[in-house]
């Protein structure tokens, strides 16, 4: 899985690949990073537009 692909068009990541915040900074640990910046947890997943 591509993450910053899966951003760029605007897609919300799949939590059925962020069920763990291991494997969510496994994934791309920036974006682990953004999640906690912006209070969402990651099993729900990330679009780019909430933290930009």
Same mark, same amino acid.
């Given at each position: 899985?591509?993450?910053l #692909?899966?951003?760029a !068009?605007g897609?919300?990541?799949?939590s +059925?690949a962020?069920?763990t915040?291991k494997?969510?900074?496994? +994934?791309? #640990?920036?974006?682990?990073?953004?999640?906690?910046?912006?209070d969402?947890?990651? +099993?729900i997943?990330?679009e780019? !537009?909430?933290?930009?």
């Amino acid at each position: 899985m591509n993450v910053l #692909s899966l951003l760029a !068009e605007g897609k919300t990541i799949p939590s +059925v690949a962020l069920l763990t915040k291991k494997t969510y900074k496994t +994934v791309d #640990s920036h974006f682990y990073h953004l999640a906690k910046k912006c209070d969402i947890p990651p +099993v729900i997943g990330i679009e780019l !537009e909430l933290c930009t």
